[in-house]
């Protein structure tokens, strides 16, 4: 049987909804303002070096983000100067 590959369209779709239900995830627990471009930033500069990797990575990667990992990653941007531009 053979497996049913999702269009790009598709991919980003499901990548933007988990993203948004991570941001929501962190907003209940008192970071209000986490929105789902954040988390896929975050996420994303991970693959910057070697790629994207296949998706059930991608999703774990989403969902097993932790708070702290995250305000890790948002530090570290402001003092780069890369995020709040």
């Not at 369209?9 to 990548?15: F, M, P, R, V, Y």
């Not at 303002?33 to 774990?60: A, M, R």
């Amino acid at each position: 049987m053979a497996e049913e590959e999702m269009t790009e369209q598709q991919l980003n779709e499901a990548i933007e909804v988990l993203c948004r239900s991570k941001a929501e995830e962190f907003r209940l627990i008192g970071y209000e303002h986490v929105t789902g471009p954040d988390v896929w930033e975050c996420i994303s500069q991970k693959y910057e070096k070697d790629g994207f990797p296949p998706l059930y990575q991608l999703v774990n990667d989403i969902l097993s983000l932790k708070a702290t990992q995250f305000m890790n990653y948002m530090t570290i941007s402001a003092y780069r100067g890369s995020r709040f531009d």
